[in-house]
């Protein structure tokens, strides 16, 4: 079955520094796709990126960057020159193509210090 | 569009209530999804739906149940509410299977005292 662990619970940096969230899955499909979803103070989901298992290749948008190495099942997040707005709760989801479930993990709540 | 909507945002339950929580999304979306929330321990899938007709358990089924008459709405029933039920609930859904992006509503906050 399917496991998304997010060792980190709780982080806190100061505004403009680096930091990077962690996301180790366990899977025995070849073919899955792994999520990041952000969950502001506000309270709403909200849909960061998707990577399917062939596509090992990292994607940065802005301040955001992911790394996804099958090597060692992970699906990292870095925040670059971190803003108190990125503090929230982010989640790494997993799904595996031979099913219609999309498993979280735990999540991880971001402190950005001013 | 309004996407995914929950209803109600606030409910408080008695031991032994019952009661329906409303998801409805206008997207056109197969599948559809329930969530609870509880603090520090991520989001448990409830139940899903791959099509109207169609549901199936998730991790934590356990008392609740659901329906999928239409393509639009996905209702989460609780039949006897107990304290454990206590939690957030997030309705979403995604067009088509698991590799889609998931749309989320807003959210149901339920206590039960």
């Known amino acids: 079955a399917q496991k998304v662990t997010q060792a980190q619970t709780e982080i806190s940096v100061v505004e403009k520094e680096d930091v990077t969230l962690d996301c180790v899955y366990e899977t025995r499909d070849t073919t899955y796709y792994l999520f990041w979803y952000k969950q502001p103070p506000s309270g709403e989901l909200v849909f960061l990126i998707r990577?399917?298992?062939?596509?090992?290749q990292n994607e940065i948008s802005g301040r955001y960057s992911w790394n996804f190495q099958k090597s060692t099942s992970s699906f990292n997040f870095t925040i670059t020159a971190s803003q108190v707005v990125d503090s929230a709760v982010y989640f790494c989801a997993l799904s595996e193509a031979g099913d219609d479930k999309i498993i979280f993990g735990k999540g991880t709540r971001l402190h950005i210090l001013p | 569009n309004a996407g995914v909507t929950q209803t109600p945002k606030f409910r408080i339950l008695k031991i032994g209530q019952s009661m329906t929580l409303q998801c409805t999304q206008d997207m056109n979306h197969n599948y559809m999804y329930w969530y609870r929330q509880d603090p520090g321990m991520g989001l448990k899938l409830i139940y899903y739906s791959v099509g109207a007709g169609i549901t199936d358990k998730g991790e934590v089924p356990n008392g609740y149940n659901v329906s999928r008459s239409t393509t639009e709405d996905f209702p989460l029933r609780l039949e006897l509410a107990a304290p454990s039920q206590t939690s957030v609930y997030f309705c979403a859904s995604s067009y088509g299977r698991t590799n889609e992006k998931l749309f989320f509503g807003s959210g149901t906050q339920l206590s039960v005292l």
């Open positions: 990577r399917n298992s062939f596509d090992e």
